[in-house]
């Protein structure tokens, strides 16, 4: 190969990457458009074409875009998407802030599946991600840290040794945070035997995302009145004669 064709190659390289250098931002806004769109309206199938797309793969950074294909695979319930896409998210390169949701993340998923194998080896990376931190990350990471073994063992140990902490700080949580602490409340008081507390937990769950919750106390009552109908009827057979 000549020198006049290797400058030439060179020369068409540098306009191809100043190309696209400049479509990206564009198409970068394109995409995270049209994939917000497209989730807000529950389209999941529409959103993960859209994240297959060779302009996504150009215009967005691989995290991103496999975080947002995380996003679809959860709304959509797909076990198995989620699974497969947090295997590729866990093994690219994020930000400090990026590592730590996504852990927080992958750890509630495998608790939810209870999947105390890949649970475990996710425990295992947050307890290294304080030393990969700098600066303010640093106590976020270290918070991460401890919450995440409390749930684990909860979920995995049987643990309700967390309770006491958990009614203190839920005192003053608010949104996410107080819906995380009333679920993790809930499943202690289940470890403990205590039903009636569990379900007034979950109780409060449904309320703050607006649905109510039957209770214990009120599938009880239910139930007792299925059982007096059901004595009223037998009743009313008895004296028509009627036969069931």
Known sequence: MDQGTIQ?????????FLAVSA????ARNVIANKAQNQFMAGDFEGLLKTLSSPMAGIALPKFNQEFMRLNAYEASQNVEGVQQTLDKLLKLP??????????SRALNFYEGQNDEGRATHVLELVDA?????????VDLAKELRRDSHQTFDIVFRGSY???????????SAEGDERARLNYYLSLQYANKGDEKRADEYLGRIAKAYGFERPTAADEDEAG???GDAAEGDDADSAKTGDAE
């Not at 994020?94 to 852990?103: G, K, N, T, V």
């Not at 991600?129 to 990350?137: W, Y």
């Not at 040794?161 to 005192?171: T, Y």
């Open 8 to 16: 030439a190659i060179g020369i068409a390289a540098v306009i191809i």
């Open 23 to 26: 479509i990206s931002p564009i």
């Open 94 to 103: 994020a930000s400090a802030e990026q590592r730590r949701i996504l852990l």
């Open 129 to 137: 991600l304080p030393d990969q931190c700098k600066g303010e990350a």
């Open 161 to 171: 040794s967390h309770i006491a902490e958990m009614e203190h700080a839920l005192a």
């Open 224 to 226: 007792a009145a299925e």
